[in-house]
DNA sequence: CCTACCGATCGGTAGG
DNA sequence: CCTACCGATCGGTAGG
């Protein structure tokens, strides 16, 4: 075994406690995460654990980022080489598809379920979780614009509805996968979208 | 002043619990709903506010039971008279957008934040909260397909399919109301429902 | 319905 | 990173 940097070793414990926070906070809600539980689970004490953070909410705003960083990697870095357009917009919603249906997280998307249980607490965990979704909504909204442009959808197309209806079908999907477990929703989502692009959308393998 | 009997006072005590309740869980959840809280809030002990339940999980799956009460009030009382099939469906929509338009509760649809808040939380709670969204789905499911035996819909509608759709489209618009404050998703929200549909979808005055 | 109280856990701090 | 500790609050009970 190579010896570690102390810095190193707090590197890793950080990044362990993010990632088993944005776990633990995609059940039992950001709200819901103790310093604690936390502590006891990763085997530290709760000074250890609150240490590299400081206080709760810091380590609330951290484990959003955690989980952002998780969110883009799955989702928007394997379409990154798709031609920016409708052919990028399409691959996104089938990685987005096959992100809600795969276990990335033990209680499903980290966003959607920290979206409704901050929507109406204000305070820096809303801002930024505010802050990500806007960013989401504008990275959807450009490749609907530029396939607009490369006229792959019709002059006429609303890129705002069709962002609103994609995120109702990516809404409902997690919402039948969680809590009805109805695995029949992934084709009705990938129907729901391949209509409204007009192209088929499929979960990559 | 007539005078009140003990019953009646403890059924309007009772009754003024779970309206708190419900509207303070919109907001924090209904796990984040504590005894405590909501004695104080209705200057009552904690005793005396745990009597009529005996603990907090039969006080929360009261509180869904009264939200539940106020959701089929607000939503499918007003369209009870529009008749079966198509009209009926697209009114209950019209409604469904008003509600989640509405200030009904401080923290939006009750119903919307307790599927996502209990989807991973097995327990009597989520069974209830399951049950409910069961019916209301087995409800627009039942109208689209008397719409379709009508003639009202094509004939190769899906009626699943549909229901999943105009569900996406009212947790879309719920997002965009709580998360967003983008009141433009209302004449979003019916734009998308109304396209289903084949006829206009707005919410009564 | 109340007061008074229980053990457990909360977020956080002192000191090392 | 740890132990030891703080005041506050949690759900709930005893007794009236």
Chains 1, 2 share one sequence.
């Not at 103790?34 to 590299?52: E, H, Q, V, Y």
């Not at 917009?89 to 990685?95: D, I, K, Q, R």
């Not at 039948?176 to 990559?204: E, H, T």
Request: glycine share 10%; net charge neutral.
């Amino acid at each position: 075994m190579s010896p570690r940097s102390s810095l190193a070793d707090a590197a890793r414990t950080r990044a362990a406690i993010l990632a088993h926070g944005a776990a633990v906070a995609s059940v039992e809600g950001l709200a819901g995460l103790t310093i604690g539980r936390l502590a006891a689970d990763l085997g530290m004490s709760k000074s250890g654990l609150l240490g590299p953070f400081g206080n709760k909410e810091t380590l609330q705003l951290q484990v959003v980022e955690a989980a952002a960083d998780v969110f883009w990697r799955e989702i928007w870095e394997p379409v990154a080489d798709r031609p920016a357009g409708l052919p990028r917009l399409a691959a996104v919603c089938g990685s987005w598809v096959r992100h809600l249906a795969r276990p990335v997280y033990p209680g499903g998307c980290f966003f959607i379920a920290a979206a409704s249980e901050f929507d109406d607490r204000p305070g820096p965990v809303r801002d930024l979780v505010l802050g990500y979704a806007d960013r989401w909504h504008r990275e959807l909204r450009g490749q609907a614009l530029r396939a607009v442009a490369d006229g792959d959808l019709p002059a006429d197309t609303d890129p705002e509805q069709l962002v609103f209806e994609l995120t109702g079908l990516a809404l409902a999907l997690h919402q039948a996968l969680r809590l009805r477990q109805d695995a029949g929703a992934v084709p009705r989502a990938c129907q729901g979208m391949g209509r409204l692009l007009g192209v088929p959308v499929r979960p990559p393998a």
